[in-house]
Structure formats: C-alpha cells, structure tokens
C-alpha cells in the first residue's frame, strides 16, 4: 500500500463546474497537506496549504482535510479552462515530503 | 518572494558526462530538496537537506551527488549517468525546523535531463 493514495483520473469536466480532487494515506504522523498545480513540463505551484482538520478557503480553491479518516480533498468552484492540469496532493513530516500520483483535469469550454 | 530558481532549464548529456544541477533559494528556508519526475508521474523523492546535512537518501544510485554547500545552494552532481535517468529534476524549500513548524514547500521549474 502506498503512502499516499490519489485517483490519477483523467477526470474532464465542463466549464462552470465543481471539481472534488482527493486523497487518502496511511501514515499518521503526516502533520502538514499540500496542494500544488502542475502543468505539462513546469515545476508544481503550490495551491494550497494547511496543516489542521476542517476547511480552508481561497478564492475558488477549498482545501479540506479530516485527520480522522485520513482523507484530503480539494475543491474547485466555477472551474475554468485554464484549470486543466495535473493537482498533486503532497503531505510531510519532518523532513519528509511525500506526493499522491496526481490527477490529470481538464475543463471543457 | 518565494522564488526557487534552478539552472540549467535543459541539459543534455552522454553516458560519460560530469554535469551538476543547481538550485538557488534566499527565503531563509532550511529544508531543500530533490525530486526525480517522469513523464505523467508523480514527484519521486531523492535527497533532502535539513540545515545542510543530509537527512534522507531514498536508495539513489551513486552515479547522483548531493551537495548543500551553504543554506541557499543545493546542488546535484551527475556522472555516468543512464538514458533511463532522463526526466525532469525539481529541487524545492521549506522553512521547516527542527523543534515543530513544518511549512510549505516551494518548487523551482526544474531542470529537463536529457541522457544519451
């Protein structure tokens, strides 16, 4: 079992939609969760960051995280085409950092 | 400024090259790192730096050479490398410390390895 689990999709959405992007892992001492945008041959933006249960918002970006289950998600509201990427779910511990597979999003026009 | 730069943006290189990769940080941070992408994959860890001593190797062949000469410099030595080391190197930062606060980490553009 990996570290950290994420549905590699692809997943094609129409414009205008929300966007549910998860991950799940199995290391509990993971104290810090991540989001990052990749697009094809670049480095990985961060999105989004935080390091405690509940929600965190940022301009369309939600990022949820549930220490309980074990489960991180991020939210994209009114998707846009300029959304499409890959979105790697990262999550460290001291001085680790480990990274989810990615998964592959397009949003339609 | 959360600027991670690395040189250079594309190297190409034969089996017997000596070549070094480079990463530059001046946020302060203590942590760097090197990650090995490959095509439609994730970010595979390498090395990591913490206060300039190496703290993790993930197994990586020694035809691949850390160094951290001083906290704002990471390099990458390569020698005798293999066409299958062909990807993508990200190095990337974090302002985590020793005692408590982890933080985010901040990713360079990588550099494009090309080995033939």
């Known amino acids: 079992q990996k570290e950290v689990e994420q549905d590699p999709g692809p997943l094609s959405v129409p414009e205008g939609a929300i966007v549910s992007l998860n991950c799940t892992y199995s290391?509990?001492?993971?104290?810090?969760f991540m989001w990052y945008r990749q697009y094809s041959r670049k480095g990985p933006e961060l999105l989004m960051y935080t390091y405690s249960s509940g929600n965190k918002e940022d301009g369309r970006f939600t990022a949820q995280v549930d220490k309980s289950s074990k489960y991180i998600s991020l939210f994209i509201r009114d998707s846009q085409p300029s959304d499409s990427a890959t979105y790697l779910c990262?999550?460290?511990?001291?001085?680790?950092?480990?990274f989810g597979a990615g998964t592959r999003l397009t949003v339609k026009p | 400024d959360t600027e991670v730069t690395q040189t250079p943006k594309h190297l190409v290189m034969g089996m017997t090259n000596k070549k070094s990769l480079k990463c530059e940080q001046h946020?302060?941070?203590?942590?760097m790192y090197w990650y090995k992408q490959k095509a439609k994959k994730p970010p595979e860890l390498m090395f990591v730096y913490s206060y300039e001593k190496l703290s993790i190797n993930e197994s990586v062949p020694s035809r691949f050479s850390p160094e951290c000469p001083n906290s704002s410099l990471l390099n990458l030595h390569l020698h005798a490398l293999q066409p299958e080391d062909s990807a993508l190197y990200l190095c990337?930062?974090?302002?985590?410390?020793?005692?408590?606060?982890?933080?985010?980490?901040?990713f360079g553009q990588g550099t494009r390895l090309t080995v033939v």
């Open positions: 990337a930062s974090s302002q985590d410390r020793m005692r408590g606060g982890i933080t985010e980490a901040f």
């Open positions: 290391n509990s001492a993971f104290q810090y």
């Open positions: 990262a999550m460290k511990v001291f001085p680790d950092m480990r």
């Open positions: 946020m302060g941070h203590r942590a």
